[in-house]
């Protein structure tokens, strides 16, 4: 049985006591074991190890935090949009003007009659139908819708006074003369019917606004301004 207090000898194999420093037999040094050194060594390793393994566990515990912190931002952001940009009230409807003046192509309505000023033309006359020198014919058509129940009657000459740049203008027959086929602004309109017919004025060649005051006997007490200008 092997002696515990002897070893071998690693250069020439023969038995030394482990106590001693060099081999008596070849002289060569032996080198003293540090068992303390070795248990310190091991411990040293697995401390290393099991630190690298604990840095792997935290690692991993960071990860759901990103989707934890979007989640808590997301509400916020949401609570705030109303606040930062606020649905705009809706616009109230602006209330209905109450015109008492009426251009070229607008239509005038009351108690269920529309009238307007269909169009203003301009007219040098004919071979035997001239104006005075320095003025025009002026031929003004209008057209009536009667959506009453009852008829109305329209007349060139009682319903209708003109105004040229504010001077007073009379109904001119001449004018009427270059209506061409269109009708005179004269007659009844039944109801639920058209009418359309030309009303026409002798004016100065270099007339500005031409304005024609209509009224009917259906408006009692009121009466509609039309408006042309020129130019």
Same mark, same amino acid.
């Not at 033309?121 to 014919?137: D, I, K, L, Y």
């Given at each position: 049985?092997?002696?515990?207090?002897m070893k071998n000898c690693?250069?020439?194999?023969?038995?030394?006591?482990?106590?001693?420093?060099?081999?008596?037999?070849?002289?060569?040094?032996?080198?003293?074991?540090?068992?303390?050194?070795?248990?310190? #060594?091991?411990?040293?390793?697995?401390?290393?190890?099991?630190?690298?393994?604990?840095?792997?566990?935290e690692a991993k515990k960071? =990860?759901?935090?990103?989707?934890?912190?979007?989640?808590?931002?997301?509400?916020?952001?949401?609570?705030?949009?109303?606040?930062?940009?606020?649905?705009?009230?809706?616009?109230?409807?602006?209330?209905?003007? $109450?015109?008492?003046? @009426?251009?070229?192509?607008?239509?005038? =309505?009351?108690?269920?009659?529309?009238?307007?000023?269909?169009?203003?033309?301009?007219?040098?006359?004919?071979?035997?139908?001239?104006?005075?020198?320095?003025?025009?014919?002026?031929?003004?058509?209008?057209?009536?819708? $009667?959506?009453?129940?009852?008829?109305?009657?329209?007349?060139?000459?009682?319903?209708?006074?003109?105004?040229?740049?504010?001077?007073?203008?009379?109904?001119?027959?001449?004018? #009427?003369? =270059?209506?061409? $086929?269109?009708?005179?602004?004269?007659?009844?309109?039944?109801?639920?019917?058209? @009418?359309?017919?030309?009303?026409?004025?002798?004016?100065?060649?270099?007339?500005?606004?031409?304005?024609?005051? @209509?009224?009917?006997?259906?408006?009692?007490?009121?009466?509609?301004? @039309?408006?042309?200008? $020129?130019?």
């Amino acid at each position: 049985m092997k002696n515990n207090k002897m070893k071998n000898c690693k250069a020439c194999g023969a038995e030394v006591a482990k106590s001693a420093k060099s081999c008596p037999h070849c002289g060569a040094k032996l080198k003293k074991s540090h068992p303390i050194l070795a248990v310190v #060594l091991v411990l040293v390793i697995l401390v290393a190890i099991i630190g690298s393994s604990g840095d792997d566990d935290e690692a991993k515990k960071v =990860e759901p935090s990103t989707p934890t912190e979007s989640v808590e931002t997301t509400p916020e952001k949401e609570a705030e949009t109303p606040t930062e940009n606020p649905e705009p009230a809706p616009e109230q409807p602006a209330e209905k003007e $109450n015109k008492n003046a @009426f251009y070229v192509g607008e239509t005038a =309505e009351l108690k269920g009659v529309n009238v307007a000023l269909v169009s203003v033309t301009e007219s040098t006359g004919s071979a035997f139908n001239t104006p005075t020198e320095g003025n025009v014919f002026v031929l003004c058509e209008f057209e009536i819708a $009667n959506n009453s129940n009852k008829e109305i009657t329209v007349s060139s000459v009682l319903s209708f006074e003109a105004y040229c740049d504010d001077y007073t203008c009379n109904f001119s027959l001449g004018a #009427l003369l =270059e209506k061409g $086929n269109k009708n005179q602004l004269d007659g009844n309109v039944a109801a639920g019917k058209k @009418f359309n017919g030309v009303i026409g004025y002798e004016v100065p060649a270099d007339w500005k606004e031409l304005e024609i005051i @209509f009224t009917p006997d259906f408006w009692s007490g009121k009466d509609i301004t @039309f408006i042309a200008t $020129n130019g």
